[in-house]
C-alpha cells in the first residue's frame, strides 16, 4: 500500500509568480484535502475535493485554487504568489467524506519559501 | 467559533517517564471528533489517537491515552513510558461530524530527556 505522496519536497519562488503543488492519494482513497501550515502554527484546511470538485473551503482567498484528477491525484495552485504564503502544505487523502471516522492521512508537505 | 487551544507551547519529560499535554476546544455541535497528531522532524503529519464525543469511554492506544472532559471541554494526552521517539510536536485537532475539516490548535513541542 503506498502511503501520500507530495512533490515537490522544497521550493522557493518570488512574490507575484505561481507555484503548483503535487498531491498523489494513498492507495483506495478519493478525498484530498489541502492545510497550509505556517511556521510555528497548526495547519490551516484550504479546500477539499472529492470526485474531482470541490468539496469544503477554508477561509482563503480565490488565488488559492486546485483540481482533482481522475486517478484522485490532486494539485494545489497559488497565484499571485506574497510573502506570507510560505508555508509547510500538507495534504491529506481519506475515503469518501460525509462524517465519519475516516481518518485523513497525511503527507510529509512541500516547504515553499516565498522571496 | 471552533477553535482549539493548546496551552503548552513547549514540555519536557524524563525517558520513561510520564507527561501530560492539554487541551481545550469550544464547540456549540454535539456530534464531533477530537484527536491527537504527532509531527516529528520529518513533518509527516501522524494520528496518535482518536476520540468520538458520543463515547464516555476515553480512548486508549498503548502507551497513549486521553483524558475526555466533555462537560468542560477538555482533552488532555497522557504518555506513559515516555520513549526518544516521542520527542515531536503534537497537534490537538477536531472536526465536526459531518464536516470534514480538521481544525488543529498551534501544537506543543514534547521534548524527550535520555
Known amino acids: 500500500e503506498t502511503g501520500v505522496t507530495q512533490s515537490p519536497t522544497h521550493l522557493i519562488k518570488t512574490r507575484g509568480q505561481q507555484v503548483t503543488l503535487r498531491c498523489s492519494s494513498q492507495s483506495g482513497h478519493n478525498t484530498v484535502s489541502w492545510y497550509q501550515q505556517a511556521l510555528g502554527q497548526g495547519p490551516q484546511f484550504i479546500f477539499q475535493?472529492?470526485?474531482?470538485?470541490?468539496?469544503g473551503r477554508g477561509n482563503f482567498p480565490p488565488r488559492f485554487s486546485g483540481l482533482q484528477f481522475p486517478n484522485y491525484s490532486s494539485e494545489l495552485n497559488v497565484n499571485a504568489l506574497e510573502l506570507d504564503d510560505s508555508a509547510l502544505y500538507l495534504c491529506?487523502?481519506?475515503?469518501?467524506?460525509?462524517?465519519?471516522?475516516?481518518?485523513?492521512?497525511f503527507g510529509p508537505g512541500t516547504r515553499l519559501t516565498v522571496l | 467559533a471552533q477553535t482549539v487551544t493548546q496551552s503548552q507551547p513547549e514540555m519536557s519529560v524524563q525517558e520513561a517517564e510520564t507527561v501530560t499535554l492539554s487541551c481545550t476546544y469550544d464547540?456549540?455541535?454535539?456530534?464531533?471528533?477530537l484527536f491527537w497528531y504527532k509531527q516529528p522532524p520529518s513533518r509527516q503529519m501522524i494520528l496518535v489517537i482518536r476520540?468520538?464525543?458520543?463515547?464516555?469511554q476515553n480512548a486508549t492506544e498503548n502507551r497513549f491515552s486521553v483524558n475526555f472532559q466533555k462537560a468542560a471541554k477538555s482533552f488532555s494526552l497522557k504518555i506513559s513510558d515516555s520513549q526518544l521517539g516521542d520527542a515531536a510536536m503534537y497537534f490537538c485537532?477536531?472536526?465536526?461530524?459531518?464536516?470534514?475539516?480538521?481544525?488543529f490548535g498551534k501544537g506543543t513541542r514534547l521534548h524527550i530527556l535520555p
Open positions: 491529506a487523502s481519506s475515503l469518501p467524506p460525509a462524517g465519519g471516522t475516516h481518518e485523513q492521512f
Open positions: 485537532a477536531y472536526r465536526v461530524g459531518r464536516d470534514d475539516k480538521i481544525i
Open positions: 464547540t456549540s455541535e454535539s456530534d464531533y471528533y
Open positions: 475535493y472529492y470526485r474531482e470538485e470541490e468539496n
Open positions: 476520540q468520538e464525543a458520543y463515547k464516555q
